[in-house]
């Protein structure tokens, strides 16, 4: 089994930016595959954007061109570089994994999941 655990979120300003973590513990992180999810308030959780363990990326469209998913597997990290961001950004951001070769896009597909990080975004 996988332990993840996110970090970096916080308050920031119509079109600032942040970089969320996700640190990975237990399990060889390179045979997993990792999603940012996230919720709004009075919301499903909604997927953001994916990296396969090989490192093919997949970005929602309502975050494609401000939103960059990477991986260290040295570090046992998975990032979130978020820019631009706007108010309906406002969330609580979701680190997931599953042992599959390619990004799912359903909450249903991952089965780790962190404890989750608040971004706010002021207007």
């Known amino acids: 089994q996988v332990q993840l655990v996110e970090s970096g979120g916080g308050l920031v300003q119509t079109g600032g930016s942040l970089r969320l973590s996700c640190a990975a513990s237990?399990?060889?992180?390179?045979?997993?595959?990792m999603g940012w999810f996230r919720q709004a308030p009075g919301k499903e959780r909604e997927f953001a954007a994916g990296?396969?363990?090989?490192?093919?990326?997949y970005q929602a469209d309502s975050v494609k061109g401000r939103f960059t998913i990477s991986r260290d597997n040295a570090k046992n990290t998975v990032y979130l570089q978020m820019n631009s961001l706007k108010p309906e950004d406002t969330a609580v951001y979701y680190c997931?994994?599953?042992?599959?070769?390619?990004?799912?896009?359903?909450?249903?597909?991952?089965?780790?999941w962190g404890q989750g990080t608040q971004v706010t975004v002021s207007s």
């Open positions: 997931a994994a599953r042992r599959l070769l390619w990004v799912g896009v359903n909450e249903g597909d991952y089965g780790y």
């Open positions: 237990g399990s060889r992180f390179s045979d997993y595959t």
């Open positions: 990296i396969s363990w090989s490192g093919t990326t």
